[in-house]
T-cell receptor, first 115, second 112 residues
Framework: DTGVSQDPRHKITKRGQNVTFRCDPISEHNRLYWYRQTLGQGPEFLTYFQNEAQLEKSRLLSDRFSAERPKGSFSTLEIQRTEQGDSAMYLC?????????????FGPGTRLTVL | AQSVTQLDSHVSVSEGTPVLLRCNYSSSYSPSLFWYVQHPNKGLQLLLKYTSAATLVKGINGFEAEFKKSETSFHLTKPSAHMSDAAEYFCVIYTGGFKTIFGAGTRLFVKA
C-alpha cells in the first residue's frame, strides 16, 4: 500500500499561467476528492469523483478550475489563468465507500504559490 | 445543516500532561466523526473515527475520543503528551454523499 501520492509537491507560477496537479489514489479506491487548504484553515471541499464520474463541485470551483479522472484511476486538477488568490495547499484524498461511512486517506498535498 | 466547531484554536500543554482537544458537532442525522492530525509540511493522517459503534473510540498514538450525543461532542484526549504530538488537529464530520466538513483546526503546542 503506497498511499495517496500527489505531484508536484510544490509549484510556483506567475499570475495568468496555467497549472496542472496530479493525484494517484490508493489502488481500488472508488472515490477521489480534491480539497483546498489556506493558511490557518481546515480543508475545504472542491470536488469529488465516484470512479470516473465527477458527481459534485463546490461553488469555490470557478470556471477556471477543471478536474478529470479518466478511467477512474488518477486525477488531474487544472487551474487556468491563475490568480494570487489561488495560492493554497491542494489536497487529494481517496476512499473506498463501504456502508454509511467514508474514511478518506489524504495525500501530502501540492502547495501552489502564485506570484 | 451539518457543522463542526473546534472550541480552541490553540492548546498548550507540558510534556507528560493530559491533552484535551474539544469538538462540538451539529447534525440532523447520525454522523460519522473523525479526527485527523497534520504535522508541518505533511499530509493529513487519520487518528480515529466514530461510526455509530462503540462511543469510546481508540486511535493511533494513544489518542482516544468519546462520542457524546447528549452533548453533541467528540472531544479528543490523550493521557500523556509527547513532544511529537505537536501538530494541527482537525475534527471532521461526514453525513453522507460527499458531505465532509472540517473544523477550523486546533494547534497543539507541547512544552518540554
Amino acid at each position: 500500500d503506497t498511499g495517496v501520492s500527489q505531484d508536484p509537491r510544490h509549484k510556483i507560477t506567475k499570475r495568468g499561467q496555467n497549472v496542472t496537479f496530479r493525484c494517484d489514489p490508493i489502488s481500488e479506491h472508488n472515490r477521489l476528492y480534491w480539497y483546498r487548504q489556506t493558511l490557518g484553515q481546515g480543508p475545504e471541499f472542491l470536488t469529488y469523483f465516484q470512479n470516473e464520474a465527477q458527481l459534485e463541485k463546490s461553488r469555490l470551483l470557478s470556471d477556471r478550475f477543471s478536474a478529470e479522472r479518466p478511467k477512474g484511476s488518477f486525477s488531474t486538477l487544472e487551474i487556468q489563468r491563475t490568480e494570487q488568490g489561488d495560492s493554497a495547499m491542494y489536497l487529494c484524498a481517496s476512499s473506498l465507500v463501504a456502508g454509511a461511512t467514508d474514511t478518506q486517506y489524504f495525500g501530502p498535498g501540492t502547495r501552489l504559490t502564485v506570484l | 445543516a451539518q457543522s463542526v466547531t473546534q472550541l480552541d484554536s490553540h492548546v498548550s500543554v507540558s510534556e507528560g500532561t493530559p491533552v484535551l482537544l474539544r469538538c462540538n458537532y451539529s447534525s440532523s442525522y447520525s454522523p460519522s466523526l473523525f479526527w485527523y492530525v497534520q504535522h508541518p509540511n505533511k499530509g493529513l493522517q487519520l487518528l480515529l473515527k466514530y461510526t455509530s459503534a462503540a462511543t469510546l473510540v481508540k486511535g493511533i498514538n494513544g489518542f482516544e475520543a468519546e462520542f457524546k450525543k447528549s452533548e453533541t461532542s467528540f472531544h479528543l484526549t490523550k493521557p500523556s503528551a509527547h513532544m511529537s504530538d505537536a501538530a494541527e488537529y482537525f475534527c471532521v464530520i461526514y453525513t453522507g454523499g460527499f458531505k465532509t466538513i472540517f473544523g477550523a483546526g486546533t494547534r497543539l503546542f507541547v512544552k518540554a
